[in-house]
């Protein structure tokens, strides 16, 4: 069935460092992917998202591209904050209701 | 920016007990979720909800689960015999439309804890 599968956690980062985020995906047609985020105590928010392939989704600093040949939707972000602490979600949807979501990732940033 | 609210925000309940969760979605979307996440696990897909009928449910919402829009404005999930398994936290998301690129909006959750 259709899946996603992201880097384990926890990732600990000192304020200013580069984040990465790997997740990779398996369907059976060309989803669209999101990234959601969790921060302490708040529910999921929608933080970019592509849908085609070679499309580059975007917010906040933190970026995202679409890789069809890789079947990969990597997070990155140039330099992380305190307030980027959160948990993130890799998550993918076809034609049906539902979103897949990876197991998400732990990032705590240090000041 | 509009939200999706979720009440209660924790709900503790008797094994066996009947429970609802309420959630009121976005005002003008028209597609409405409800997934779970138990401690630990992925959040996994329990149903979606359009013109007051479920359009699809995963193999976790059996007979025990039921959703309901009983007015404009409130979109509920029924667990009528709750199990220790049961313990979770469940969110409620809303959407304007059912185009796979169409993103779906998250409450802040429900945390259910089964005694």
């Known amino acids: 069935g259709d899946s996603v599968t992201q880097m384990e956690g926890p990732v600990t980062l000192s304020e200013e460092a580069f984040l990465t985020i790997n997740c990779t995906y398996t369907a059976t047609g060309y989803p669209s992917l999101f990234w959601y985020v969790q921060y302490p105590g708040e529910g999921l928010q929608l933080l970019l998202k592509a849908t085609k392939a070679d499309d580059k989704g975007s917010n906040k600093g933190f970026e995202a591209t679409y890789r069809k040949e890789t079947t990969s939707f990597h997070l990155e972000k140039g330099s992380v904050q305190v307030s980027d602490s959160a948990v993130y979600f890799c998550a993918l949807r076809l034609n049906d209701y539902k979103l897949s979501f990876g197991a998400g990732t732990t990032v705590t940033v240090r000041a | 920016e509009p939200e999706v609210t979720q009440t209660p925000s924790h709900q503790v309940t008797q094994m066996g007990q009947e429970v609802i969760l309420r959630c009121v979605p976005i005002s003008n979307h028209l597609y409405f979720y409800w997934y779970r996440q138990i401690l630990g696990q992925k959040v996994e897909f329990l149903v979606s909800?359009?013109?007051?009928?479920?359009?699809?449910k995963s193999e976790i919402f059996d007979d025990q689960f039921s959703v309901e829009r009983p007015d404009g404005s409130n979109f509920t999930l029924k667990i009528r015999s709750t199990k220790l398994e049961d313990s979770a936290m469940y969110f409620c998301a809303s959407s304007d439309g059912d185009n796979s690129n169409q993103p779906q909006h998250f409450g802040d959750g429900t945390r259910l804890s089964i005694l």
């Open positions: 909800f359009y013109n007051n009928e479920i359009s699809e």
